[in-house]
T-cell receptor, first 112, second 113 residues
Framework: IAGITQAPTSQILAAGRRMTLRCTQDMRHNAMYWYRQDLGLGLRLIHYSNTAGTTGKGEVPDGYSVSRANTDDFPLTLASAVPSQTSVYFC???????????FGSGTRLTVV | QQQVKQSPQSLIVQKGGISIINCAYENTAFDYFPWYQQFPGKGPALLIAIRPDVSEKKEGRFTISFNKSAKQFSLHIMDSQPGDSATYFCAAYLATGNTPLVFGKGTRLSVIA
C-alpha cells in the first residue's frame, strides 16, 4: 500500500542523546514535511523540503535538522534531545509543495 | 498574514446534531482550503476541500461553507455520529508561494450519544 512509513512508532529517550526519526515515502512525491503535534498547539512545521536536495525551515526549527538526499527519505535528527522536544512527530509528503498532503502515522517521542 | 485562525478549540455535540467549526484567514491570495480529520493515534487525512470560486461544497454529511468577502470558511457536520469524534484542522494553500500548507490549530470534536 502506497504511503508514508515512520519509524520508530514510539521512543523514550534520555535527555542529551542524539536521535533520528525516519520517514520514507513510496509515492514519488516531491515535497516532504516534518510536524510536531502538542495538545492545544496544533501541527507546527519543523522543516520541509520542496524537492530532493533542498530543505527549508518551518515555524519551530531550533534543535532539529533534516536532510533530503533522495526523493523517498526525509530523516529528522535531534542532535541533543531536551524534555521540551517530547511530542508526537508527523512526517508528510505531497506531489507539489503545500497541496494534497499524505501523513504518516506518527512517532511518539518522550525525552526524560 | 499567513495565519489561519480556527475556533472553537474543542466542541461537544449530541449524536444527531450539527457540528460547526470555523476558520478565518487574512491572505486573500490563498486559493485552496482543505480540511483534515485526525483520529486518535493516527495521522491527519484529507477530508474535504474547497476553492474560493464556490460558496459551498458538500460531500455526504460534510459541508464546507465559504465566505470570500468575510475571509471565513466553516465545516458543518450534519447528523453528527460518535464515529465523527476526531480532531479537525482547517488549512490554506497558496499556489504561487511554493510554501507549505498553513494549518489552523485544530478543533477536538466529541460526539456523545
Amino acid at each position: 500500500i502506497a504511503g508514508i512509513t515512520q519509524a520508530p512508532t514510539s521512543q523514550i529517550l534520555a535527555a542529551g542523546r542524539r536521535m533520528t526519526l525516519r520517514c520514507t515515502q513510496d509515492m514519488r512525491h516531491n515535497a516532504m514535511y516534518w510536524y510536531r503535534q502538542d495538545l492545544g498547539l496544533g501541527l507546527r512545521l519543523i522543516h520541509y523540503s520542496n524537492t530532493a536536495g533542498t530543505t527549508g525551515k518551518g515555524e519551530v526549527p531550533d534543535g532539529y535538522s533534516v536532510s533530503r538526499a533522495n526523493t523517498d527519505d526525509f530523516p529528522l535528527t535531534l542532535a541533543s534531545a531536551v524534555p521540551s522536544q517530547t511530542s508526537v512527530y508527523f512526517c508528510a509528503s505531497s506531489e507539489r509543495t503545500g497541496f494534497g498532503y499524505t501523513f504518516g502515522s506518527g512517532t511518539r517521542l518522550t525525552v526524560v | 498574514q499567513q495565519q489561519v485562525k480556527q475556533s472553537p478549540q474543542s466542541l461537544i455535540v449530541q449524536k444527531g446534531g450539527i457540528s460547526i467549526i470555523n476558520c478565518a484567514y487574512e491572505n486573500t491570495a490563498f486559493d485552496y482550503f482543505p480540511w483534515y480529520q485526525q483520529f486518535p493515534g493516527k495521522g491527519p487525512a484529507l477530508l474535504i476541500a474547497i476553492r474560493p470560486d464556490v460558496s459551498e461544497k458538500k460531500e455526504g454529511r460534510f459541508t464546507i461553507s465559504f465566505n470570500k468577502s468575510a475571509k471565513q470558511f466553516s465545516l458543518h457536520i450534519m447528523d453528527s455520529q460518535p464515529g465523527d469524534s476526531a480532531t479537525y484542522f482547517c488549512a490554506a494553500y497558496l499556489a504561487t508561494g511554493n510554501t507549505p500548507l498553513v494549518f489552523g490549530k485544530g478543533t477536538r470534536l466529541s460526539v456523545i450519544a
